[in-house]
């Protein structure tokens, strides 16, 4: 069991480190265009909603505090209120998902969203396409993680409610704690990226 | 008296085939699969050779043509090359050589079976509903605005086996660093477990940025997002370099297994420990490390910086070194051996030959003025086939030939296995040396009307691409007579020390009797390590 357990680990590791090269890619490519286009891309941030941004930060921060609760809790027979835990992990993730709904609906109101409806009055027209365009693979693809981990959330609270994990059995909530604080880890980077450029001073 | 239940006879519904979480069976689905689209491939690359015979190219347009070799390129690149030694072979003898009973995750293997038949069949139906022009790079803004094709429905296929790839790379590291049995250390592995390490290492940290690159072409297509678009600020050389990170330390994905099956060709068939182990092993590792330093060299004239390319240039330079380590190694590890020619050795020998051929070529493109001189051309189509199909096609033979008899249970004719691997090397050649020296000549590659003074070199090698053909289908008729009438295998017909032939061929359902121990170097053919190994 104990080898079980490290097996499952390992291969959430290796899977985590996919995963740091797929947003890698993305970040990078970002990095290029903000370099190349600084002004633009501080304008465009500029419309961003950074108050549901942080507020969603905290949110995923939060969950993420949950999710590590349960996982230490797991181990000492309180399955029931590392259910409890990982399903509130789980709702915060939802209001999350809400949140940014509600962000890309306002978005798509100002016609920010390219690829749907983007119209930009201004000279920075085109670069700030280019960021909206980041902005909505990169947040779109990280909804999809949350989404994801909502749903295993889910079923790992409801089989530990049934008392699945002990001691010796708690692979599957470590494992999928790693993922959940990985989705959160992105969010940070995100929200550094998408919401702050263009705001100080 | 029946034979011993083993994992092919364990329960013959189609069904516990396809919901299998065997190793051996997934390796044999992957066996069928890649089969199969070597053959569609291989198609392809035939009615290439055919239309080249003539100058002006009668016998399809240059629309069919473009979509006949970026058919030709994608499925041979996505679907045969990269998955063909580590899901095939990889997948049966890894857990075999590290004695455990099955990979770190059956189910997730299974299902990367399932993923790399959705993105295989989802690739062939673009590729026959009209196909793509793009070529296998799919280069932008040309796939993203121009193209007249199924571009995001075959990206679509590719990015769909590419969670296959990263599953298979991620299920060998964890099975290679978790799995050993006692007494089985890393220097005492197998290299072709070191090899299948550092592939997996590139599978799975080189595959998200080709998905993510794709993910970006299909939503720029689609949705026209623009961020490979110029005319909204978007950078089409971006694409190139996101293309390439993947794409070049891909060439080392389908070169590393072939050079780990080669490895072990040459220790048994030389009956002699490999010549400097511990460095062949690590160069292995070198080589996918540098690899990811070297995409550059693909984009000498696409207007990087002169600086970039020449750092470029030195990390290819570099690659060289590991790659160099190796063949000197083998050759070395031959050096006063007990050599039996039997046709995976023969196979091997080939690789030697044509590996070393296209890596010397390697060294021409990677040095900057040269290559400005051959970019495009056929010295680099000649080049890579080299490396892909001499190199990696033949190791692929080889250790299919060497492995048959632990995954079938049968001997292979060897007469018929021997006249196959030499016409193969026969074929290569006369196929690919002759587009050496169009390249030089300045025949640039993917054009079907060329300048009638280039028609011999092409006649030449659509020759050889007839016997090549021939060659490539031999195997399909012996190995498949061998599978119902060839003579029974033991054991171990080769004498060979790796644990996989400890087992009984094929192995039963769970591998190995009991938890077999390790307590000597992989490739001991002294006569105490003999007696060893047939007590463990």
Known sequence: MRQQHDVAQLGMWVFLATEVLFFGGLILSYCVYRSAYPAAFAEAARHTKIIIGAANTAVLLTSSFLVAWAVAIVKLRQSRFAAVLLWGAGVLGVIFLVLKGIEYGMEYDEHLLPGLDFFYPGEQARAVGLFFSFYIVATGLHAIHVAVGIVVLGVIGARARQRAYSDAYHSPVTVAGLYWHFVDMVWIFLFALIYLPGRSG | ?536
Request: proline residues 6%.
């Open chain 2, 1 to 536: 008296m029946s034979a011993p239940r083993n994992y092919l006879t364990e329960d013959n519904r189609l069904r516990s085939w396809f919901f299998t979480t065997d190793h051996k069976r997934v390796a044999v689905l992957y066996f069928a699969s890649i089969t199969l689209f070597f053959f569609i491939g291989g198609a392809a690359a035939t009615l290439i050779r055919l239309e080249l015979i003539n100058p002006q190219g009668h016998l399809v347009t240059s629309d069919v043509y473009n979509r006949l070799f970026t058919l030709h390129g994608v499925i041979m690149v996505w679907f045969f090359l990269i998955p063909s030694i580590p899901n095939t072979i990889g997948n049966f003898i890894v857990p075999l050589m590290i004695g455990a009973r099955d990979l770190a995750f059956p189910r997730l293997n299974l299902a990367s079976w399932y993923l790399f038949m959705a993105g295989g069949l989802t690739t062939l139906y673009a590729m026959f509903a009209g196909g793509v022009d793009t070529g296998w790079t799919f280069y932008t803004p040309f796939s993203t605005m121009y193209s007249n094709g199924y571009v995001v429905l075959a990206v679509t296929g590719v990015f769909i086996a590419g969670f296959s790839s990263i599953l298979t790379g991620l299920n060998f590291i964890v099975t290679i660093h978790r799995l050993r049995v006692p007494g089985l250390t890393w220097y005492r592995l197998p290299l072709f477990l070191w090899s299948l390490y550092a592939t997996s290492v590139i599978l799975v940290l080189a595959t998200p940025v080709l998905a993510m690159t794709l993910l970006l072409v299909a939503l720029d297509r689609a949705f026209g997002i623009g961020i490979f678009d110029p005319a909204r600020g978007g950078d089409p050389l971006l694409f190139q370099h996101l293309f390439w990170f993947y794409s070049h330390p891909a060439v080392y994905i389908m070169i590393l297994p072939g050079m780990g099956v080669v490895s072990e060709l040459i220790a048994v068939y030389s009956r002699k420990e490999v010549f400097g182990y511990k460095f062949v092993a690590w160069s292995a590792i070198a080589i996918a490390g540098v690899g990811f330093f070297v995409w550059g060299h693909h984009m000498f004239v696409s207007g990087q910086s002169p600086f970039a390319g020449l750092v470029f240039s030195f990390m290819s330079f570099i690659v060289a070194v590991p790659s160099a380590i190796k063949v000197f190694n083998w050759t070395a590890t031959m050096h006063k051996g007990w050599i039996r020619y039997d046709a995976p050795m023969l196979y091997a020998l080939g690789f030697i030959g044509l590996f070393t051929m296209g890596g010397l070529t390697g060294l021409f493109l990677a040095c900057l003025a040269y290559d400005v001189y051959v970019t495009d051309t056929y010295f680099v189509v000649a080049h890579f086939h080299y490396i892909m199909v001499g190199g990696m096609v033949t190791a692929y033979f080889g250790g299919l030939h060497y492995w048959w008899p632990k995954i079938t249970g049968r001997l292979y004719p060897e007469y018929w296995a021997r006249a196959a691997a030499i016409l193969i090397f026969f074929g290569f050649n006369m196929t690919f040396f002759p587009q050496f020296i169009l390249g030089i000549e300045g025949m640039p590659r993917r054009y079907h009307v060329y300048p009638p003074e280039f028609q011999v070199w092409h006649v030449l090698s659509s020759a050889g691409a007839s016997i090549l053909a021939v060659a490539y289908a031999l195997p399909l008729f012996y190995l498949g007579w061998s599978l119902f009438f060839g003579a029974r295998a033991g054991a171990n017909p080769w004498q060979a020390t790796g644990l996989e032939w400890q087992t009984t061929s094929p192995p039963p359902k769970h591998n190995f009797e009991g938890t077999p121990i390790v307590k000597r170097k992989p490739y001991d053919f002294t006569v105490k390590g003999k007696a060893r190994a047939q007590n463990a």
